[in-house]
Every structure is written in C-alpha cells, then in structure tokens.
C-alpha cells in the first residue's frame, strides 16, 4: 500500500526510471554498434599482430600512416576511391530520379493494365541477382561496354525496391487534392510532379539515395566480373588486391584501408540522415 501510494503522490518517477533506462540501453547499443568499426580503426593503427591480440586490443598505435603507405603501394587506392563516388553518384542519382518518376506514375495514374505492370515489378524482387549476371554480361559484351563504367551504371539505373518504395509513399503523402489544383492552375504533368510532388517526398528520396549509395558503394561481384583494367577498378575491387600477398595477411595494412573506404559512407549518411529519419518514420505516428 506504501508503494502505490507513493505512486500516486510522485507519478513521475515511474517515467524518469523508464527514461533513464531508455538512454542507457540506447548508449549500450550505440557503443555495441560502433565497437568493430573502433576497433577496426585501432587494428589499423598497429601492426599486423594486433588483429591476433587476446583480449582484444583497445588502443590506439601510431602506425596508420605507416600501413597505409604499404596500400597506396599495393593499389590505387584513391583513384579506386574516385570511380566507387563517380559510379555510386550517377546510379544513386539515376535511381531516385527514375524510380520516382515511376512511383509517381503507378501511385497518381490510371492507365491499362497498371496493376499487372505493378505486381510485374514487384515480382521481379522474388528473382536472385545472380541469375541475371549471364544475361546482362552478354548484352554489356554485345554493347561493347565491358570494362567500362557503362556497364557498371546503366543497368542499375532502377530497380524495383525504388520503383515500390516511391509507390508506398507517394500514395499517402501526395494528396490528389494537390495534383487537381496544380492542373487547375494550369501545370502540365511534369511541372506538377516536379513543384507539388518532389518537395513532399523528399525524406522518401532521401532515403532511398541513402540505401542505393551504400548497395552500390559496397557492391563487389558485378565490377569484379565486367571490369579488367585498374583503371577502373572500384575501391572493393582494390580492397581485394590486397589479400594478394605472399608474405601472410597484413591486417594493419587491410584494416587502415577499409577503414579509410568507409569513410565516405559515414559522411554521407550523416548528411542525409534527417531526411532518412524523416522518410523511414514517416507514418509511424498519427496526428
């Protein structure tokens, strides 16, 4: 009786209980998620020893430069570095520009057999990507544009996840009320796509940017298939040249390069971040 009338009397005490441990097991896990890349960083700052350090090891070392140096030796990493931000910006920008306009279309249109061409695309989803390497690699050689970065953005200028997941969102964040009085104001369908629909959908935009950055920054298989010259390397590519070693695996070295290739996806999602917040919890609450 004591406890429930104590309750009753400081009913706030209950909620700063729930929220402190809210914070910490959001510290935990923010601390949880960033250890492999701190330690990744403290791998690479040490020699090739310390990846085998038990326990693990927790400090920083002076040897970053010394390790990196030993990768610009190996590959060309800034280069490599240069083609995955060239080729990952073209896609990432075709992508959202395409896949909206798609959205768009499948979410405000009427036209035949919409529906079937929907579920058409969605279908497309439930297919493995490796079944169409052979297919695509023959049209990519037909095309002559192996070993080149053609053949690393044109076909993946849009894909279906951006296709369905503009569609979801443009059904309800894009009113029809809007699109009617930007045609009554006397707007074509592009001009009101672009001045009504776009600044609505942005956060969507922005998230789906976000994810084909980091699909296509990270992809590995497609470029190692159709690239053959250094040149064009993508930096997963140069990665891999450096497991190419006789003497045994230099994870210093390994790690201070993937550490630095990691960092331009950080920065970009720090950038991007409050549209992406905005456009995965969109709908989440209700006014």
């Known amino acids: ?116 061409l929907f579920y058409f695309v969605i279908a497309t989803l439930f297919v493995p990507q490796q079944l169409g390497v052979l297919p695509t690699y023959v049209i990519m050689a037909k095309l002559h544009w192996i070993d080149s970065f053609k053949a690393l953005i044109v076909p993946a200028m849009v894909n279906a996840f951006g296709i369905f997941w503009m569609r979801q969102y443009i059904s309800t964040a894009v009113h029809t009320e809007l699109i009617e009085a930007g045609r009554i104001d006397g707007g074509g369908h592009f001009r009101i796509f672009w001045n009504i629909a776009i600044p609505v959908i942005t956060p969507a935009m922005a998230t789906l940017g976000i994810l084909n950055f980091m699909t296509v920054w990270n992809d590995f298989f497609w470029p190692l298939v159709v690239l053959k010259n250094k040149e064009h390397f993508t930096i997963q590519i140069a990665l891999q040249q450096l497991f190419t070693t006789r003497d045994g695996l230099d994870y210093g070295m390994i790690m201070s390069a993937t550490f630095t290739a990691t960092l331009p996806l950080l920065v970009v999602f720090l950038l991007f971040s409050r549209w992406v917040i905005a456009g995965l919890t969109s709908g989440a609450v209700k006014s």
């Open 1 to 116: 009786m004591s406890t429930l009338r104590t309750y009753k009397k400081n009913p706030d005490d209950l909620g700063l209980f729930g929220k402190f441990w809210f914070y910490v097991l959001m510290i935990l896990g923010a601390l949880v998620s960033i250890f492999p890349f701190y330690w990744m960083f403290v791998v690479g700052t040490n020699d090739k020893g310390a990846v085998f350090h038990v326990p693990p090891l927790l400090t920083i070392g002076d040897q970053f430069i010394d390790n990196f140096k030993r990768v610009l030796d190996k590959a060309d990493f800034f280069q490599a570095l240069g083609n995955s931000l060239f080729v990952s910006s073209m896609v990432t920008i075709s992508v959202v520009f395409f896949c909206t306009l798609a959205g768009y279309a499948f979410a405000k249109y009427e036209f035949p057999f919409k529906n079937v």
